[in-house]
C-alpha cells in the first residue's frame, strides 16, 4: 500500500446522484480523493463526467446522495461556497475573464481593496500584480506581459493562470475538466506537469480526460462512467489502455 491509500479521503462522494427531469445524468456514483492523489474520471461523451462535478462543486444541487469533505457532510448551494471550502473546480468552458489581467482574474470575485487618501476604497491593483508575479513564478510559468489581458496567452498559458489562481486560493482540492482537450502537444505537458507539481504539494486532483496517455502519465487512480454509473476503478499501474476502453464501452 501507498500512503496515499492510508490516509483519510480529502473528498467523498456517496450514492451521488444528478437527474434533469427523466434524463439520469448520474446514478448512485461513488468515489473518494486522497491528500496527494490524483483520480482520473473516464467515460465516452455524455457519460456524466461534467455533471458529477458541477454536483460536487456547488453548480448543480445533487437528486440524491452526499458529498463529504475531510469526513463530514457538506451541500454547496453556489461554486462560490465550494470554493471557500477549498474546492477549485476548472470548468471545460474556462471561466477566465478574457478582458482582464492575470491579477484580476486570480482575484476574481474576491478583490483586495485598500484605502486612498485613507478612507476612499478602490482596487488595490499593487498587490493583484504581485500576486500574479508570484503565483505564476511558483508554477514555474513566465509569460513576458503579466498585465496584459489574458485573452492575449496561449490555451495552456491561460489553464495555467487558472490553476494559478487555484493556488494562490490554497485550495485543496482542484477538479480539472478536460484541462488538456484544447492545448498543443508542449502546452499539455506543461499541464501534466502542473498537475505533478500540485499532486507533489499534497493536493487532491480529480482530473478529467478523454486522453488515455495523459491518464496513464498523471494519475493513481482511474473511475469509469459510463451512461451516468460507475463503471469500474482502477489503480493506474495495475490496468492498461485496453482494459479502460472496454470498461468506458461496456459489453
Ligand atoms: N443541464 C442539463 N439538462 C439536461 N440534461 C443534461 C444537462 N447537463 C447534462 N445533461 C445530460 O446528462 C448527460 C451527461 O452529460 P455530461 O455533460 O455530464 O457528460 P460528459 O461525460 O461531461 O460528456 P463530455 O465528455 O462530452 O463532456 C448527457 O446525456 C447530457 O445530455
Ligand atoms: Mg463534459
Same mark, same amino acid.
Given at each position: !500500500?501507498?500512503?496515499?491509500?492510508?490516509?483519510?479521503?480529502?473528498?467523498?462522494?456517496?450514492?451521488?446522484?444528478?437527474?434533469? @427531469?427523466?434524463?439520469?445524468?448520474?446514478?448512485?456514483?461513488? !468515489?473518494?480523493?486522497?491528500?496527494?492523489?490524483?483520480?482520473?474520471?473516464?467515460?465516452?461523451?455524455?457519460?456524466?463526467?461534467?455533471?458529477?462535478?458541477?454536483?460536487?462543486?456547488?453548480?448543480?444541487?445533487?437528486?440524491?446522495?452526499?458529498?463529504?469533505?475531510?469526513?463530514?457532510?457538506?451541500?454547496?448551494?453556489?461554486?462560490?461556497?465550494?470554493?471557500?471550502?477549498?474546492?477549485?473546480?476548472?470548468?471545460?468552458?474556462?471561466?477566465?475573464?478574457?478582458?482582464?489581467?492575470?491579477?484580476?482574474?486570480?482575484?476574481? @470575485?474576491?478583490?483586495?481593496?485598500?484605502?486612498?487618501?485613507?478612507?476612499?476604497?478602490?482596487?488595490?491593483?499593487?498587490?493583484?500584480?504581485?500576486?500574479?508575479?508570484?503565483?505564476?513564478?511558483?508554477?514555474?510559468?513566465?509569460?513576458?506581459?503579466?498585465?496584459?489581458?489574458?485573452?492575449?496567452?496561449?490555451?495552456?498559458?491561460?489553464?495555467?493562470?487558472?490553476?494559478?489562481?487555484?493556488?494562490?486560493?490554497?485550495?485543496?482540492?482542484?477538479?480539472?475538466?478536460?484541462?488538456?482537450?484544447?492545448?498543443?502537444?508542449?502546452?499539455?505537458?506543461?499541464?501534466?506537469?502542473?498537475?505533478?507539481?500540485?499532486?507533489?504539494?499534497?493536493?487532491?486532483?480529480?482530473?478529467?480526460?478523454?486522453?488515455?496517455?495523459?491518464?496513464?502519465?498523471?494519475?493513481?487512480?482511474?473511475?469509469?462512467?459510463?451512461?451516468?454509473?460507475?463503471?469500474?476503478?482502477?489503480?493506474?499501474?495495475?490496468?492498461?489502455?485496453?482494459?479502460?476502453?472496454?470498461?468506458?464501452?461496456?459489453?
Amino acid at each position: !500500500m501507498t500512503n496515499a491509500e492510508q490516509t483519510a479521503p480529502l473528498l467523498e462522494v456517496r450514492n451521488l446522484s444528478k437527474h434533469f @427531469g427523466a434524463v439520469r445524468a448520474l446514478s448512485d456514483f461513488s !468515489m473518494a480523493v486522497r491528500p496527494g492523489e490524483v483520480v482520473a474520471l473516464a467515460g465516452d461523451n455524455g457519460a456524466g463526467k461534467t455533471t458529477l462535478i458541477k454536483a460536487i462543486s456547488g453548480v448543480y444541487q445533487p437528486t440524491a446522495g452526499e458529498i463529504l469533505l475531510r469526513g463530514q457532510p457538506v451541500s454547496f448551494a453556489t461554486p462560490q461556497e465550494a470554493r471557500e471550502k477549498g474546492i477549485e473546480t476548472i470548468y471545460q468552458d474556462l471561466a477566465l475573464a478574457d478582458n482582464l489581467s492575470i491579477g484580476a482574474n486570480i482575484f476574481l @470575485g474576491r478583490e483586495p481593496m485598500r484605502r486612498a487618501f485613507g478612507f476612499l476604497p478602490v482596487l488595490d491593483r499593487k498587490r493583484m500584480a504581485a500576486a500574479a508575479k508570484e503565483t505564476m513564478s511558483r508554477l514555474d510559468f513566465h509569460v513576458s506581459r503579466l498585465e496584459a489581458p489574458v485573452s492575449n496567452f496561449s490555451g495552456g498559458q491561460r489553464q495555467a493562470v487558472a490553476i494559478g489562481r487555484a493556488v494562490y486560493w490554497d485550495a485543496q482540492i482542484l477538479i480539472m475538466d478536460e484541462p488538456t482537450a484544447a492545448l498543443g502537444v508542449p502546452e499539455q505537458r506543461k499541464v501534466i506537469s502542473l498537475i505533478h507539481q500540485l499532486k507533489a504539494q499534497g493536493r487532491g486532483v480529480i482530473f478529467i480526460s478523454h486522453n488515455l496517455q495523459d491518464i496513464f502519465a498523471v494519475s493513481d487512480r482511474i473511475v469509469v462512467l459510463r451512461r451516468g454509473v460507475q463503471a469500474g476503478e482502477r489503480k493506474i499501474a495495475e490496468t492498461n489502455h485496453d482494459e479502460v476502453v472496454k470498461l468506458m464501452v461496456g459489453g
